[in-house]
């Protein structure tokens, strides 16, 4: 893949994270700040470091899936791997202006 290739998948990738939104909150789960890392390999595989907004979310096995299976559908993608993290833990700090305006908090 070329470099704009590959920039191209990045930018799909995170244009599909941005139409995943998280189940007990209706913001994405980009702008919502849950996504820490996003690399794409030449290869095809995509990485995706992650949080929850709580370590206990009921929704944690729904939400991942919807992940993998979302961002598995962007051409150039082989292969999602998520790796869930909860270092640093999630706060509102993280969340996009966007998102905090929409959660109501500006």
Known sequence: MTAEELLKVEEDIVFTLKNIYDPEIPINVYDLGLIY???????????????????????????????KTQVAKVRGVEEVIVELTFDPPWDKSMMSPEALLEAGFL
């Open 37 to 67: 890392k996003v690399d794409f390999e030449p290869d095809g595989k995509v990485y995706i470091e992650m949080t929850l907004t709580a370590p206990n979310c009921p929704m944690a096995d729904i939400l991942l899936s919807d992940i």
